[in-house]
């Protein structure tokens, strides 16, 4: 599968469609990205609140691609906020995925009610990784349009905002805001954790189209240009998700899906201005 591919403020491009693991349990993560690097997929998410990193890292190794062929996202988790934690998580996340870079390197929540609300430090840490070689791209995940503004004073622009989107919570706001300044928006839970894939008005699109729920939904976010990588421990879900480069949803289609959308009644995770939970 030759996914396209997005360029990142900083330069470098990253695979348009990739695979998730929040959720794959750690004594199955190594299959599980085996499975997904054998379909095709170059371009995994964890973090490492998944506690997965080090089957992601087996999974790459044993696959016998080359390192530069895979793109490896992870995440400074919320209780390594501290410039000096974050140091030392960001090189346990460099053993654990037994590589010597990571690709793109993420903030996973700005916990603004958190650490005096200062994720600015956080943000100079993963600046000093990205300038020491430990990552190539660095960015944030669910950071809201005013957490966005804060960094600006730091004179380094996120090359990504990860954040919640699927078709009952479009999250149009933020998107414009990271668009705005040259941040491209990755989506998690893309098929609302599998809650919008019974929806009539995807499955009618789907039964027209002779594809699944699952696939025009995918559609949806790759024809908006967002990053997106559902997750599934499902091998034949795998071969589906990904076999999606092949055809189009019409302009009608896309504005049925974007009707979809219920705003914050939507929104299946936690609020990212209230989201405090240091584990
Ligand atoms: N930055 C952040 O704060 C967050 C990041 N994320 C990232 O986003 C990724 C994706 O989001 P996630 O929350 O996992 O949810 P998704 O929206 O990707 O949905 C995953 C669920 O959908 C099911 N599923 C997947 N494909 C199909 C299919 N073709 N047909 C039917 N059901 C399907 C899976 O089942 P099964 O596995 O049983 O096959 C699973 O239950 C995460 O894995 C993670 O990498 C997610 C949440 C928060
Ligand atoms: O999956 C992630 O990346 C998350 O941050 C979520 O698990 C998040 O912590 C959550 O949904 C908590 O309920």
Do not use: C
Request: charged share 20%; proline share 7%; no cysteine.
């Amino acid at each position: 599968m030759t996914t396209p591919r997005i360029t990142l403020n900083d330069g470098h491009t990253i695979p348009q469609l990739g695979f998730g693991v929040w959720q794959v349990p750690p004594p199955e993560a190594e299959r599980v990205v085996a499975e997904a690097l054998q379909v095709g997929y170059r371009h995994i998410d964890t973090a490492q609140m998944y506690q997965n990193e080090s089957g992601v890292g087996r999974a790459v190794a044993a696959s016998g691609l080359p390192r530069a062929d895979v793109f490896i996202t992870t995440k400074v988790n919320n209780n390594a906020h501290r410039p000096t934690d974050a140091a030392a998580s960001i090189q346990r996340s460099l053993e654990e995925l037994a590589t010597d870079y990571i690709d793109l390197l993420l903030i996973h929540w700005p916990l603004p009610t958190q650490y005096d609300g200062d994720f600015v430090s956080t943000w100079e840490a993963l600046v000093a990784a990205r300038d020491a070689g430990q990552a190539r791209s660095i960015g944030v995940s669910n950071f809201q349009p005013a957490h966005l503004e804060a960094l600006h004073r730091t004179g380094v622009t996120p090359a990504v905002n990860q954040i919640e989107v699927h078709p009952r919570f479009s999250n149009n706001g933020p998107r414009a805001a990271n668009a705005a300044q040259g941040t491209v928006t990755e989506v998690w839970s893309p098929l609302g954790q599998g809650s919008v894939l019974t929806d009539p008005v995807i499955t009618a699109i789907a039964e027209r189209l002779g594809r699944t729920s699952a696939q025009v939904i995918i559609r949806w976010h790759l024809q908006r240009g967002d990053v997106v990588f559902p997750k599934t421990v499902t091998r034949s879900r795998m071969v589906e998700n990904a076999d999606v480069l092949d055809f189009q949803l019409t302009p009608e289609d896309l504005q049925a899906i974007d009707g979809m959308n219920k705003g914050e009644e939507g929104r299946i995770g936690p609020n990212p201005d209230q989201f405090d939970w240091i584990p």
